[in-house]
């Protein structure tokens, strides 16, 4: 999966299994630049194929959006300004 930060803020990114979103255990994580800042992640295998991916603020807390993506052939994209966020996910 490409994760992408096409927002106006540098922003942090977490990697969940879609199964345990609520254990927030993250399999991966890293800091993005604003407007095109990208990192490629192959998340381990898991039943579903899907995965969470949070966006917060650079260092974690709030988060900024989110959304659920599958290991491979998406993206997932922070994308907005002055506090209106979004995740959507599109394929690659």
Excluded: H
């Excluded at 095109?36 to 650079?58: C, H, M």
């Amino acid at each position: 999966m490409e994760i992408v930060n096409k927002s106006d803020s540098v922003a942090s990114w977490f990697c969940f299994n879609s199964d345990d979103v609520v254990k927030l255990i993250a399999l991966g994580s890293g800091d993005l630049q604003p407007s095109g800042g990208s990192f490629s992640y192959q998340p381990p295998n898991n039943a579903t194929g899907l995965y969470f991916v949070r966006f917060t603020k650079k260092g974690g807390g709030a988060e900024l959006a989110g959304g659920v993506t599958k290991q491979s052939g998406q993206a997932i994209s922070l994308t907005g300004s002055n506090g209106q966020y979004q995740a959507p996910v599109t394929n690659s």
